[in-house]
Antibody, heavy 114, light 112 residues
Framework: EVQLVESGGGLVQPGESLRLSCEAS????????MNWVRQAPGKGLVWVSRINSDGSSTSYADSVKGRFTISRDNAKNTLYLQMNSLRAEDTAVYYC???????WGQGTLVTVSS | DVVMTQSPLSLPVTLGQPASISCRSSQSLVYSDGNTYLNWFQQRPGQSPRRLIYKVSNRDSGVPDRFSGSGSGTDFTLKISRVEAEDVGVYYCMQGTHWPFTFGGGTKVEIK
């Protein structure tokens, strides 16, 4: 059974950093493009970042470019999102998703507030 | 960025009746490989999104056949042939052709 389990969310102050993790199981993690998608409270979905299967290519939404870094450890079946210089508008549930959204995790809530 | 425009925003439907959601993109979603990467997602209250349809009209595994997708180019439609109570939620179209991938604003389906 495919499982994606996010962790690392929490309450941080503006300007601080946080690293999210997404542990994958039930499929060959190293074969798939992976993504982070976020959803602000009561709002729609926004694709944040993607990384190809071997980690050699990454892409970011303009809103996070230069502040967020996506990475993966295929030996650990884990996807990461390093988030620096966090802003109030980054407050959201962050989901990891496989490929073009065939599988999603349960999400982890990031709250940026003073 | 490609803008995805969904209508209606809200869709009250009687149980057993059909429902239709429209999605328009600001530019063609035909990729260089000839595929059109237009997907539909369902998000039930309190749950993660679930993909229903990929590449315009292909149902994902386990998706009831009352859900169907159609369209081409910049104009797409999701249809539910007979709405059931479990179909309540927000539906999003999403394009995976141009980076950044973008979602429509969502259509809330509720039972009358």
């Amino acid at each position: 059974e495919v499982q994606l389990v996010e962790s690392g969310g929490g309450l941080v102050q503006p300007g601080e950093s946080l690293r999210l993790s997404c542990e994958a199981s039930g499929f060959t993690f190293s074969s798939y493009l992976m993504n982070w998608v976020r959803q602000a409270p009561g709002k729609g979905l926004v694709w944040v970042s993607r990384i190809n299967s071997d980690g050699s290519s990454t892409s970011y939404a303009d809103s996070v470019k230069g502040r967020f870094t996506i990475s993966r450890d295929n030996a650990k079946n884990t996807l990461y999102l390093q988030m620096n210089s966090l802003r109030a508008e980054d407050t959201a549930v962050y989901y990891c998703a496989r490929g073009l959204g065939i599988w999603w995790g349960q999400g982890t809530l990031v709250t940026v507030s003073s | 960025d490609v803008v995805m425009t969904q209508s209606p925003l809200s869709l009250p439907v009687t149980l057993g009746q059909p429902a239709s959601i429209s999605c328009r993109s600001s530019q063609s979603l035909v990729y260089s490989d000839g595929n059109t990467y237009l997907n539909w997602f369902q998000q039930r209250p309190g749950q993660s999104p679930r993909r229903l349809i990929y590449k315009v009209s292909n149902r994902d595994s386990g998706v009831p056949d009352r859900f169907s997708g159609s369209g081409s180019g910049t104009d797409f439609t999701l249809k539910i042939s007979r709405v059931e109570a479990e179909d309540v939620g927000v539906y999003y179209c999403m394009q995976g052709t141009h980076w950044p991938f973008t979602f429509g604003g969502g259509t809330k389906v509720e039972i009358k």
